[in-house]
């Protein structure tokens, strides 16, 4: 016999048996009446046993099944449309195959509300609610999306060390671990390496893999482990990476309403195809707004939380934050020729969230050295990345795209948390 999901039950189905597996969700014994609602990944059907009709030994076996054990249900679908779905099923046979403990350390029925923390303490049952594996499900579709659409404009994934021996953008940011004899840490991102594959000629790369950052604050936008989506592309410039996000960000969420229609409806999300071009404003302009609302921030500084979610109030779709002044940046972003105190670099916002921050790159290599020079940094540390400017590189630009934000700020989730399985931070490091 063939196992039906509890969404694939259909008027194909009534008066036949099928075989379903999953989980006992809920239990209601009414005396002469049980109803066990099954929860499998795609959903709930009713599990109905009228005491005159089942067979003694189930109906005694079925009073003592315990809530979120394992079980495995054969029986006959009979329409019923008080029942979710609008089928139920009498059983013929009801067998527990591993028994779930009581009491349970989380509600998965939700009835008694549970804390974040206590959530993520047991986050495989937090998991088990539809709501929440929802947002995973939604999750996979954008990656996926993600992978095709970048594989269909060419570029080609690939994966960079995470265990290295410099910061790519010096700062105190990072992750120290002990290799051999020597120390080295977690890399906080594969920028050195995405554009040493421009030397190399790849032309057009992309990787999603963790980054590693040891902020020290507790936010609900960091994470400490984060999956970041990294684009670098040659014979392009900040406007040509730019079309590549808006386009990548506006077909993730136009494949999620197509193929995820059931998971929003259980994250409880409506969602609308953001158009493109995304609005673009400059820095000046979003410094103006922030300091006509009370934020009194230099010019040349980054934008403070507080700022942007001033900034945020006017602008609450996706929009590009544009030439930032190029001490704000890192490095590697390039300086207009004309005005080289502001650089050819973006931050794609959403409402006050930065989603992804790009430009166009460096090739020159005495520029990039006077740049690296100018941040603080030690030129003789960064040998085998200045070493790709010296023999033909190619003009680029790139950018990073938080994974996470972007599932945060497409599902509403009001902490970066929510779209993590085993999320990592300050105070978590189990699970
Ligand atoms: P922020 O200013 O919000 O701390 P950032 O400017 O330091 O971010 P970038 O170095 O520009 O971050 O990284 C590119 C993208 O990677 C960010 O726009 C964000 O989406 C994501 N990202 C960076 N750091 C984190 C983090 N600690 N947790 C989650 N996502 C992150
Ligand atoms: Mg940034």
Redesign the pocket.
């Known amino acids: 016999m063939l196992r039906k999901y509890s969404s694939d039950i259909s008027d194909d189905d009534v008066d036949r048996e099928i075989l379903l597996y999953g989980w006992a969700h809920e239990i209601r014994d009414l005396g002469g009446l049980i109803f066990i609602v099954l929860r499998d990944r795609e959903g709930f059907v009713q599990v109905t046993l009228p005491k005159k009709v089942v067979p003694k030994d189930i109906f005694k076996y079925a009073k003592k099944i315990k809530r979120e054990s394992v079980i495995k249900v054969v029986g006959v679908v009979k329409k019923e449309p008080k029942a979710p779905g609008g089928f139920e099923v009498i059983p013929n046979v009801i067998e527990v195959l591993n028994e779930a403990e009581v009491p349970l350390p989380l509600d998965v029925a939700e009835k008694v509300p549970a804390e974040l923390d206590t959530r993520l303490d047991h986050r495989y049952l937090d998991l088990r609610k539809p709501r929440i594996q929802a947002i995973f499900r939604i999750r996979h579709t954008v990656l996926q999306c993600i992978r095709n659409f970048l594989c269909d404009e060419g570029f080609i994934e690939v994966n960079t060390p995470k265990i290295v021996s410099t910061a790519t ?1 010096g700062g105190t ?1 990072l992750f120290p671990i002990s290799y051999f004899e020597r120390e080295a840490f977690l890399n ?2 594969p920028q050195l390496y995405k554009q040493a594959l421009m030397a190399a000629g790849f032309e057009r790369v992309f990787e999603v893999a963790p ?1 590693f ?1 040891a ?1 020290e604050h507790n936010t609900v ?4 482990e ?1 999956i ?1 989506i990294d684009i670098e592309m040659s014979f392009t410039d900040h406007e040509g990476v730019m079309n590549v996000l808006e386009k990548l960000i506006s077909k993730a969420y136009e494949d999620v309403v197509e193929n995820c229609e059931k998971y929003l409806d259980w994250a409880g999300v409506k969602l609308d195809i953001p158009e493109v071009p995304f609005e673009r404003i400059k820095y000046d302009e979003a410094l103006e707004i922030a300091r006509g609302k009370g934020e009194d921030i230099p010019w040349g500084e ?1 934008l403070t939380t507080a700022a942007l979610k001033k900034i945020g109030e006017e602008m609450n779709d996706f929009y590009y934050i544009v030439d930032w002044p190029t001490e704000s940046k ?1 490095f590697y972003a390039m300086p207009y020729e004309n005005e080289p105190e502001i650089s050819k670099s973006f ?2 916002m959403k409402g006050w ?5 790009g430009a166009q790159r460096v090739h020159k290599y005495d520029l990039l050295v006077e740049r690296i020079k100018q941040c603080d940094l030690n030129p003789e540390s960064f040998g085998f990345y200045l070493e790709c400017f010296k023999y033909g590189m190619p003009p680029h630009a790139g ?8 599932i945060m700020s497409m599902l509403g989730l009001k902490n ?1 948390r929510e779209a993590v399985l085993f999320p990592r931070d300050r105070q978590r490091l189990i699970p």
């Open positions: 953008e940011e906080q991102s980054i950052r902020e936008r960091h994470l400490n984060a970041s980054d890192p931050d794609l969230l930065e989603l992804a921050s950018w990073g795209l938080g994974a996470e934000r972007l970066i």
